[in-house]
Nanobody
Framework: EVQLMESGGGLVQPGGSLRLSCAASGFTYDDYFISWFRQAPGEERERVACISIKNGTTVYRDSLKGRFTISNDNANNVVHLQMNSLKPEDTAVYYC?????????????????WGQGTPVTVSS
């Protein structure tokens, strides 16, 4: 059974940090790109970051560069998203998704597999 399971979300104060995790199972991990997306209430789902499992190449939403870092723990089939200097506008449900095609996943936001999401709230 294919699974992408996010964890690590929660409530954090502005300026704080969180590390999200996306645990993958049930598919050939190395063949895929894995991305993080987020969706705030009433907003469209937007790209956050993406990583190639095969070679570690990353791509980020421009506005998040320098604050967010995506990384891969290949030994455990887990992709992390380190989020620093969090702002109230980062509040959203964060989803991870996987696809063999970077274009399909990152450009068209149509991953083959999706997790259920983990909520992040940035508030004082």
């Amino acid at each position: 059974e294919v699974q992408l399971m996010e964890s690590g979300g929660g409530l954090v104060q502005p300026g704080g940090s969180l590390r999200l995790s996306c645990a993958a199972s049930g598919f050939t991990y190395d063949d895929y790109f894995i991305s993080w997306f987020r969706q705030a209430p009433g907003e469209e789902r937007e790209r956050v970051a993406c990583i190639s499992i095969k070679n570690g190449t990353t791509v980020y939403r421009d506005s998040l560069k320098g604050r967010f870092t995506i990384s891969n723990d290949n030994a455990n089939n887990v992709v992390h998203l380190q989020m620093n200097s969090l702002k109230p506008e980062d509040t959203a449900v964060y989803y991870c998704a996987a696809d063999r095609s970077l274009v399909k996943l990152w450009v068209f936001r149509r991953g083959e597999f999706w997790g259920q999401g983990t909520p992040v709230t940035v508030s004082s």
